[in-house]
């Protein structure tokens, strides 16, 4: 992501809805996870990033600027540790029904509320340096 910074917790997920779409056609249950320790492998740049965010919304082509270990590409050697929460039942709705879209909004709400308790369930365990105050964020505007 191109707007990850080291510390700060997010998923541009508010109007990501694609993957709850496909659980709720085929009913098929959601499963909220979240790996601890990959906002920290690099450290992003912030150069033209109105320009870059302008170039992946226009044209769907990242342009992130990320340094890891060294100043290279190679990731930090930092502790990865993924959690998985329990699976999110979602119902399974023909895409044609009219109720598809409040389905898939209700499960879409489900599935965001789940990854933030998670991530509050673990961050004390998982986050040095104040990890029980980080706060994990939800960005993205809420459209489908």
């Not at 320790?37 to 600027?65: H, Q």
């Not at 340094?67 to 998985?84: D, E, H, S």
């Not at 965001?112 to 104040?130: N, P, S, T």
């Amino acid at each position: 992501q191109m707007r990850s910074r080291r510390g700060r917790y997010f998923a541009h997920w508010g109007s990501r809805k694609g993957f709850v779409k496909l659980a709720v056609e085929f009913g098929v249950p959601v499963i909220p996870s979240y790996a601890f320790g990959e906002a920290d492998m690099y450290n992003t740049s912030s150069i033209l990033l109105g320009f870059r965010m302008w170039v992946c919304s226009t044209f769907k082509v990242a342009l992130p600027l990320a340094f890891g270990r060294w100043g290279t590409p190679l990731p930090r050697k930092v502790p990865l540790v993924a959690v998985v929460g329990e699976p999110i039942q979602v119902p399974k709705v023909d895409p044609l029904n009219p109720n598809f879209e409040s389905a898939v909004d209700k499960a879409h709400a489900e599935v965001l509320e789940a990854l933030v308790k998670l991530f509050d369930k673990h961050k004390a365990k998982y986050i040095k340096d104040g990890g029980s105050e980080a706060a994990f964020e939800i960005t993205g505007n809420k459209r489908s």
